[in-house]
């Protein structure tokens, strides 16, 4: 993991492909508060209800200024078919070669029922108008995550 990656720091800049065959530079992004939150896999539970949390509370997000964007290893087409499923507002990336999970130290390695994998670690990063990381949740547990991000924004 990238020692770089801690709160205060600037948060590693990043292309990726959205739905919709998009591309997107955190650049670009700059000016407004950004969630981005890194999950393992579309559709499957966790990720599904993290997904929808964040979508069930997205118009809060919006009235903050704050953009969401969400970040797993599934393709552009594969990401389009869980926004549509579930109605999700906000822009999924594509990282199908890990190169922003690299970036942002969420490419662990895993274990589960005594194997061990590599897979995105459940993560969230907030980052500020200018590009810095001002705060990080790692290991992240599902239930109540929503609330604790919009609470550290209210906050700042």
């Not at 969400?70 to 869980?82: M, P, T, W």
Request: aromatic share 12%; proline share 3%; glycine share 8%.
């Amino acid at each position: 993991m990238s020692e770089t990656i801690r709160e205060g720091a600037k948060a590693p800049g990043f292309k990726g492909i959205c739905d919709g065959n998009t591309q997107i530079e955190l650049s670009s992004l700059l000016g407004k508060k950004i969630i981005i939150y890194f999950y393992p896999k579309d559709d499957t539970p966790g990720c599904t209800k993290e997904s929808c949390a964040f979508a069930e509370s997205y118009k809060n997000f919006q009235a903050m200024d704050v953009e969401i964007f969400g970040i797993s290893k599934d393709s552009v087409a594969r990401h389009e078919k869980f926004k549509l499923k579930y109605s999700l507002p906000f822009k999924l990336i594509s990282d199908e070669e890990g190169i922003i999970c690299e970036a942002y130290g969420t490419w662990q390695e895993k274990k589960n029922y005594g194997r061990t994998y590599m897979g995105i670690e459940r993560s969230t990063f907030l980052i500020d108008e200018k590009g810095f990381i001002t705060r990080i949740w790692r290991k992240v547990r599902v239930n109540g995550h929503v609330d604790e991000v919009m609470k550290a924004l209210e906050k700042n």
